[in-house]
Nanobody
Framework: QVQLAESGGGLVQPGGSLRLSCSVH????????IGWYRQAPGKQRELVAD???????TYVDSVKGRFTISRDNARKTAYLQMNNLKPEDTAVYYC???????WGRGTQVTVSS
């Protein structure tokens, strides 16, 4: 069974930054893609960014130029660097590992003054 854990959420003012981490405990880490999703209250869960095993990245339009997804295969960890945060970024952020469609429990990000 793959174990996955997110961290790094919190409360930040508009314009601030946060870095989310997703640690995946599996030897297969480097061979599969990872995605960050978010779900705001009353809204559907949406894909924010993902990174393939070869490092190819994609982003939803609303975060392009502000968020950066990356991965460190040696540490079996993926990151989501979020800069210039806006109130509309407030949501629970989830990490998804493609192998066996494994999801984390989520971490809350709140952007508010």
């Amino acid at each position: 069974q793959v174990q996955l854990a997110e961290s790094g959420g919190g409360l930040v003012q508009p314009g601030g930054s946060l870095r989310l981490s997703c640690s995946v405990h599996t030897a297969a880490f480097s061979r599969f893609g990872i995605g960050w999703y978010r779900q705001a209250p009353g809204k559907q869960r949406e894909l924010v960014a993902d990174i393939a095993s070869d490092g190819t990245t994609t982003y939803v339009d609303s975060v392009k130029g502000r968020f950066t997804i990356s991965r460190d295969n040696a540490r079996k960890t993926a990151y989501l660097q979020m800069n210039n945060l806006k109130p509309e970024d407030t949501a629970v952020y989830y990490c998804r590992f493609a192998y066996r469609d494994t999801w984390g429990r989520g971490t809350q990000v709140t952007v508010s003054s």
